[in-house]
């Protein structure tokens, strides 16, 4: 009992994602400062925008139901946070079943589908533009990243993320053998997460804030919250999939080397949103559907037939 | 699809400068747009028919931000032609190349505007920071980054010496090799080609109908150039070297723009070469003899129209300013038609609108 309450609401609950959540924002923001000659914010910075967000004033367009925008990021924190209790960290499950990874996925589509019903209920036209957007590129996306997660459940033989991630430690890390699906898992998280490249949705210079334009106080807040956690839930994620557990003669090692692949994922998000331009939304379906399916597919193809 | 207008400007996040765009779109598809301008109009026309001949110089300057100086540098020529006069050979070098240096900060700050557009984030810091040495380069001669106060009528208010030679000379090496790498990532990026290439392309028919002048017009293989065609001394003893594109697409401005900042680069290394000696300034007359004239210079947006005349007195009697920004403008409806909604930006920034210089 009194473990569950500590797995809820400390490790790996709600005070350690959203910790973690902020340092993500922090690396991300350090690092790509650092690509573009910019000295970048302080460490405290992401728990500075956050106070100041909930000490704000939560202000709406007239008519805009304001208990259903004030609930929309409450469900999306929610879904992301229980999300994140079925992803091991550094080797520690705090609840598993098999069939996990299923719930997992779907856990974290759920930010994405209320994201655009704060654009549509905010009746403002750039989240109304921001919100269809969002649910266009949903489609782009997660078919490939659905395909590509499957390709560590196969090889992993079993449908728990924590399971996948003790097998590795007999068979060796699944990105060996899936480095092409490692690459689509990352493509397809970055459209996940609406960053740089694929910030369509969100893109400032054409629909101003995308659908959160209308919103602020800690409504925005929590929205921001719920990206920042969504983000180390999916670096998580890749990590116990592709790169496994390692088991070293010291657990603090284990620990060490844990945080290291965090960092390298965390450079590779950053890098890439430093050095790419935004797509086009036609664009985006054309990559998506073109080119990352079949190459999904090839992937698992390969998968399956080496398990024979 | 149901039609819905967005507003864009006077205020968002996608102007630098207030202009306000209603576009139509359907979905993702503009069906097409009306603009709205004004929101910088200060009346200078009219304020300097109340101000002498010396103190208008001032009030030219600050018509735009980013091109002041060769609004002065025109006003100047307008002025001394009344009068008269040619100033001495080194002032204008020295003008000539306040106007290059100019001409690459302006292109360097549209490059990274266009990039920031696309979402290019990091290229748009890099020319911003590089753009800080061409301004560095102005401030050390003239004093001031944006305002330089080079000009005076009768030729330019400030010498060169050995010092500043190699100073200059130095900053612009290190200039070249940074473009050189940001081009040459704006040229081969696949993103960035794939937002650029294609959009909105416009026909040199359409540039000659519509009276569009400067990069826009060259990137469509309209071959103008008024540093070659109708040249301002000290530009008819060197050889300006005329970029143009027939793409007319958005790459092929940025393509323009980018080998431009090149020749300019060139254009200044020569400039110094070649600076003769002597004064750099006349004494001349607080009154203008009566007349009228029309000086035309090429400004980084393209041709800089001014008309002066004058009624003997000391104060102009009419003073007439036609920016390149304006014919760009009148063509934007058209560009807007059957685009992309995400296009718009990519629109937008390829024909380097300047408000403040459309408006006065």
């Known amino acids: 009992m009194i473990r569950s309450v500590f797995n809820l609401l400390v490790f790996p609950g709600f005070i350690f994602l959203v910790l973690s959540g902020l340092t993500f924002e922090w690396l991300d923001r350090k690092f790509l400062a650092r690509f573009q000659r910019r000295v970048g914010p302080p460490w405290y910075q992401p728990l500075a925008d956050l106070i100041k967000l909930f000490s704000k004033e939560d202000l709406l367009p007239k008519n805009v139901n304001d208990f259903l925008a004030a609930l929309l990021p409450l469900v999306s924190l929610a879904a992301v946070l229980t999300a994140g209790l079925y992803v091991p960290i550094a080797g520690y499950k705090a609840f598993s079943f098999e069939g996990d990874l299923i719930v997992i996925i779907f856990l974290m589509s759920v930010p994405t589908l209320a994201y655009y019903l704060a654009g549509i209920i905010s009746l403002g036209i750039y989240s109304v533009l921001g919100g269809g957007r969002s649910l266009l590129q949903f489609f782009s996306y997660e078919v490939p990243l659905l395909i590509a997660l499957s390709g560590p459940a196969i090889l992993g033989g079993s449908w728990s993320v924590s399971s996948i991630m003790t097998s590795q430690g007999n068979l060796g890390s699944f990105i060996l053998f899936q480095p092409l699906g490692f690459v689509l898992a990352v493509v397809g998280l970055i459209g996940k997460l609406k960053r740089d490249p694929f910030d369509i949705p969100k893109a400032k210079s054409e629909v101003v804030g995308g659908s959160l334009t209308e919103f602020s106080g800690p409504t925005l807040g929590f929205w921001n919250l719920v990206m920042d956690i969504q983000a180390v839930i999916g670096i998580f994620l890749l990590i116990d999939l592709y790169f496994g557990w390692t088991k070293m003669s010291h657990p603090s090692l284990s620990i060490i080397i844990f945080i290291i692949e965090c960092l390298i994922l965390v450079l590779i998000l950053s890098g890439t949103s430093a050095i790419f331009a935004r797509l086009r939304i036609d664009q985006l379906a054309g990559l998506g559907w073109r080119i990352l399916v079949p190459l999904a597919l090839l992937q698992l193809g390969f998968i399956i037939l080496m398990g024979i | ?360």
């Open chain 2, 1 to 360: 699809m149901d039609k819905i207008s967005i507003p864009i400007g006077p205020q968002h996040p996608l102007l630098k400068e207030p202009l306000s765009m209603m576009v139509d779109i359907a979905g993702e598809k503009v069906l097409g747009g009306s603009l709205r301008l004004g929101y910088v109009h200060r009346g200078i026309e009219r304020l300097a028919q109340q101000r002498t001949y010396v103190q208008n110089v001032h009030l030219i300057e600050r018509i735009c931000g980013i091109c002041s100086h060769v609004h002065t540098t025109a006003y100047c020529y307008a002025v001394e032609a009344l009068l008269g006069i040619e100033i001495p050979p080194r002032a204008q070098y020295i003008r000539a190349l306040m106007c290059e240096l100019e001409r690459i900060h302006s292109h360097l700050l549209w490059l990274g505007i266009l990039a920031k557009h696309i979402g290019l984030e990091t290229i748009f810091m890099h020319t911003w920071h590089d753009r800080e040495m061409a301004l560095d380069i102005m401030e050390e001669i003239s004093g001031g980054r944006v305002s330089h106060a080079a000009n005076q009528i009768g030729g330019v208010r400030f010498d060169l010496d050995e010092e500043h030679g190699d100073m200059i000379r130095g900053i612009l090496k290190k200039l070249h090799s940074q473009v050189d790498g940001l081009l040459d990532i704006i040229e081969t990026e696949p993103a960035a080609i794939a937002r650029t290439k294609g959009v909105a392309p416009i026909s040199s028919d359409l540039i000659k109908a519509y009276g569009v002048v400067g990069p826009v017009a060259r990137a469509s293989g309209v071959d103008i150039d008024l540093r070659r065609d109708a040249p301002l001394p000290p530009y008819d003893k060197l050889q300006v070297k005329v970029v143009t594109h027939p793409g007319g697409d958005a790459w092929a401005r940025t393509y323009v723009r980018a080998e431009e900042t090149r020749v300019s680069l060139n254009l200044c290394e020569k400039i110094l070469e070649d600076l003769p000696e002597g004064d750099v300034s006349l004494r001349t007359p607080r009154r203008v003899p009566e007349g009228e004239v029309i000086i035309r210079s090429e400004a980084p947006r393209g041709e800089l129209f001014y008309y002066l005349r004058s009624d003997g007195s000391d104060k102009p009697a009419r003073l007439k300013v036609r920016t390149p920004t304006l014919a760009a403008l009148s063509l934007l409806p058209v560009q807007l038609a059957e685009i992309n909604v995400a296009d718009i930006p990519v629109v937008l920034a390829g024909v380097d609108l300047c408000i403040a210089c459309a408006d006065r």
